[in-house]
């Protein structure tokens, strides 16, 4: 079996589809430790929409418990990580990016288990951070065993960890063609006919597992359908936009690692294993002064769509989690920046879109369309991913309407990213320990535009 799984081409697409449904098992085991830990620990599924309110499941704490939790939970995940897989630490995705490029594509297994829990244990204790990160390794892992474990070579193996990628992806947003994307654009970073089919496959078939016990809803299901702008000439406006989440998103990308380098300089050579519980003090102080920073936070993005936040408001809780992300994930915890990335861009769409309706009133369109344009502008700077940027937003929201402005986002952003810095948002944290797997992308890129050179050669 293991030998026609290598030699024959309908191995790599059989294989696929059992990645698919491990991936979409995966997602939703994932998904449950982390409401089950956030419930455990708050009397919530999701915790923080509310504002300063207590536990309900630790009311003996009072709002002390905002700073308790988190020193709880570095406690528990801290060791776990660095005992038995660092790569766990952080959002993960960089780590199954460079295991693609220089690693063959070759990851060990118990980094998925290891980073189901770290990561659970990090958002379910207040660690502002998202989940795509995790469930990104983890199906890559799970990927990468499947791979080893019938002995495929390097070329399948690296495909195949795409395809556990595209399908955590997939299965997380029920967005499969996003899944497609991020696993071919991000993660294998190249497009063929064999690879991309594999992908489709194993896309497809890890949606198709969640959707009997997640519904067929787009996942931000409380964006308003039909949101369109009120003219052609507003795309000047959406242009605008885009820029300036463009250098928000870069902004991300330069305070999360200023303060990761914060946090290695002032931690010194103390014991990593107990740098996210002390470093989990701060954590908890910020969120006693902004709750709204609790977990992932979806809700309080539902409740910025729905009008229940002012314009100033917006820009803080924008900035705020820009600061939130970067210290959980500086004091060593392990989580996404993909959700933080949507959410910082919805608080300053949103906060757009209210300044543009003042100014020009209907003639303007819906401001929820500036929601959407600040998550895709956003993103798609933070990880130089026009097409996946583009796709997360279309179908997370569900609104087709949505296209073309989205396509103009994502294609601008991208632009100004090139422009400002050379990395990434993933791929940054590899350049700083000296692996550079832009270079070969960014030739390719220059190329096209006519010549140029490349700056990676200083």
């Given amino acids: 079996m293991s030998r026609w799984l290598r030699k024959n081409r309908y191995g790599l697409f059989f294989l696929a589809l059992v990645v698919g449904l491990g991936a979409g098992l995966g997602a939703l085991l994932f998904r449950g430790l982390v409401f089950g830990i956030t419930w455990l620990v708050t009397g919530h599924v999701e915790f923080g929409q509310n504002g300063r309110v207590p536990s309900d ?10 700073i308790v ?7 528990v995940y801290g060791p776990m990580v660095y005992r038995w897989a660092r790569e766990a630490r952080g959002h993960g995705v960089p780590e199954v990016m460079v295991a693609v490029a220089e690693g063959g594509g070759r990851i060990r297994p118990r980094v998925a288990i290891v980073k189901a829990l770290a990561s659970a244990l990090t958002i379910g204790t207040g660690g502002s ?14 990927a990468s065993a499947i791979g080893q474990g019938t002995r495929q070579p390097e070329g399948r193996l690296r495909i195949l960890v795409a395809c556990g990628a595209a399908g955590g992806i997939a299965a997380t947003f029920n967005a499969p063609i996003t899944g497609v994307f991020f696993g071919a654009e ?3 970073r190249e497009i063929s006919a064999g690879s991309l089919f594999a992908i489709t496959l194993s896309a497809m078939v890890a949606d198709a597992v969640v959707r009997p016990i997640l519904g067929t809803d787009a996942f931000l299901t409380g964006f308003p359908h039909g949101a369109t702008l009120g003219h052609t000439a507003d795309f000047v406006l959406v242009s605008v936009l885009a820029v300036i989440a463009a250098l928000v998103g870069q902004l991300f990308r330069y305070v999360l690692y200023a303060v990761e380098d914060l946090c290695d300089t ?10 996210p519980a002390v470093g989990g003090v701060l954590l908890g102080v910020l969120l006693l002064a ?3 920073l609790y977990g992932v936070g979806y809700p309080v993005m539902f409740q910025a769509l729905h009008g229940d936040y002012g314009f100033w408001l917006l820009l803080f809780f924008a900035l705020a989690k820009i600061l939130a992300t970067s210290l959980s994930l500086g004091i060593g915890g392990s989580g996404g920046v993909f959700a933080p990335s949507l959410f910082i861009g919805l608080m300053l769409g949103t906060a757009y879109g209210l300044v543009v309706h003042q100014l020009f009133g209907d003639a303007a369109g819906d401001p929820a369309v500036y929601a959407a344009i600040g998550m895709g502008g956003v993103f798609a700077s933070g990880t130089r991913a026009p097409l996946t940027a583009f796709a997360s937003v279309v179908e997370m929201t569900g609104d087709m309407s949505l296209v073309l402005p ?11 990213s090139r422009s400002v810095a050379y990395g990434t948002i993933y791929t ?18 220059r190329h096209l535009l006519g010549g140029g050179n490349d700056p990676s050669a200083a």
């Fill in 57 to 66: 499941h630790l009311p003996w704490l009072g709002l002390g418990f905002y």
């Fill in 69 to 75: 939790l988190p020193v709880i939970g570095g406690l």
């Fill in 129 to 142: 951070v998202g989940r795509e990160g995790p469930i990104v390794q983890i199906g890559a892992a799970l």
């Fill in 186 to 188: 991000i993660i294998l």
């Fill in 266 to 275: 002032v931690w010194g050579e103390r014991p990593e294993w107990a740098r």
């Fill in 290 to 292: 902004v709750p709204e």
């Fill in 406 to 416: 989205i396509m103009l986002t994502s294609a601008i952003a991208t632009v100004v």
């Fill in 428 to 445: 940054t944290k590899l350049l700083r320990r000296g692996q550079d797997i832009e270079k070969l992308q960014d030739r390719q890129y």
